[in-house]
């Protein structure tokens, strides 16, 4: 069975600060360094968006409405992806999903990646 499930989602102000985590579990990620890995968002009536995504070495890539606030990196000893928000905006207010993907490079599509997880909500506001 196949997991990703994110978490570190909530409610914070205008300017403040999140961190979410994606653990992933089950047979294919016992591989994990192989998979590119990847941070989306969907805000009510959006589609669904990359945000960060990041390679099995770390090469990684920023949506232009995060750079400079949002860092994503992965800890390949514990399965895990991260996604660093500071400086937050009420219009960064979305879903946030992880998702993998079986390839050395990230995909900027959500075509591009195989598996999910269930979202985690993010509320900016004061």
């Known amino acids: 069975q196949v997991q990703l499930v994110e978490s570190g989602g909530g409610l914070v102000q205008p300017g403040g600060s999140l961190r979410l985590s994606c653990a992933t579990s089950g047979t294919i990620f016992s591989s994990f360094g192989s998979y590119a890995m990847g941070w989306f968002r969907q805000a009510p009536g959006k589609e669904r968006d990359l945000v960060a995504a990041i390679t099995r070495i770390s090469t990684t890539y920023y949506a232009d409405s995060v750079k400079g606030r949002f860092t994503i990196s992965r800890d390949n000893a514990k399965n895990t992806v991260y996604l660093q928000m500071n400086s937050l905006k009420p219009e960064d207010t979305a879903v946030y999903y992880c998702?993998?993907?079986?390839?050395?490079?990230?995909?900027?599509?959500?075509?591009?990646?195989?598996?999910w997880g269930q979202g985690t909500q993010v509320i900016v506001s004061s």
């Open positions: 998702a993998a993907r079986g390839s050395f490079w990230y995909g900027q599509s959500e075509t591009e990646y195989e598996y």
